[in-house]
């Protein structure tokens, strides 16, 4: 029965194709990987179309307006380096910090300069260093074409960005103490010297006779004159 039937498939093949059967199979096959390559190619495509609108659409979408943060510490500010989508964009400038939400696509994850946001990057920008060891913002040291770029920079910024706070300039902490030790070793040679001072006058007020001792004296000196006379 299935050789019959195959029998007549390839008959039927032979006399509406012309073609033998083995060809006619050979055919088929190649149509439908060709089929599955172009529509392989065009999917992609549409899913890759797809990805970039959404990412344009989102891009796209109204920015919330600048919130002003007074100030802030580095540690606070690293927390602004765009890895939290909710938190605007920040970046300083020599301590001024400014809202970069608008160019996220520059200063945001994956950007050519992602690595200044979060941080005071007034070194690396004025020397155009990418160096983790420049993304400070002591600009000590610098020379005078760096500082001029520096200022192109904050120029920039300042016409383009919205300040919304100041990075707080920490003392270190060693100054403090030392000048508190200095102090404290002051009051304290100040007491002993005091104390020395007060001690060393009291002896002499001992030693010295009062006025009703030295009038006794000169009395019993007077009589004893008296009985002998």
């Known amino acids: 029965m299935v050789l019959q039937l195959w029998d007549a498939i390839k008959d039927s093949i032979t006399a509406y194709t012309g073609l033998s059967p083995a060809t006619f199979f050979t055919v088929v096959a190649l149509a439908l ?53 909710k938190k605007p964009l920040l970046m300083a400038i020599k301590a001024q910090i400014y809202d970069v939400s608008q160019s996220r696509m520059f200063y945001g994850p994956g950007g050519p300069y992602a690595l200044f946001a979060g941080k005071d990057a007034s070194r690396a920008l004025a020397k155009m260093s990418f160096e983790e060891k420049d993304l400070t ?45 200095s102090v404290e070793a002051t009051e304290h040679e100040a007491k002993p010297a005091e104390d020395g001072a007060s001690a060393s006058s009291k002896p002499l007020e001992d030693d010295v006779p009062s006025e009703s001792v030295v009038a006794e004296t000169v009395e019993k000196s007077d009589v004893d004159v008296d009985k002998k006379d």
């Open 137 to 181: 913002g002591d600009i000590s040291g610098l020379g005078p074409f760096e500082l001029e770029a520096l200022q192109d920079w904050e120029y920039k910024f300042m016409s383009k960005y919205v300040k919304v706070g100041t990075v707080k300039q920490v003392v270190p902490v060693t100054d403090r103490e030392a000048n508190g030790e």
């Open 33 to 85: 990987a060709f089929y599955y390559v172009v529509s392989g190619l065009f999917g992609s495509s549409d899913h890759g179309h797809h990805q970039r609108s959404r990412d344009f659409e989102e891009q796209m979408q109204p920015l919330a307006p600048p919130v002003q943060l007074g100030e802030i510490t580095e540690e606070e500010l690293k927390e602004y380096d765009g890895s939290d989508p």
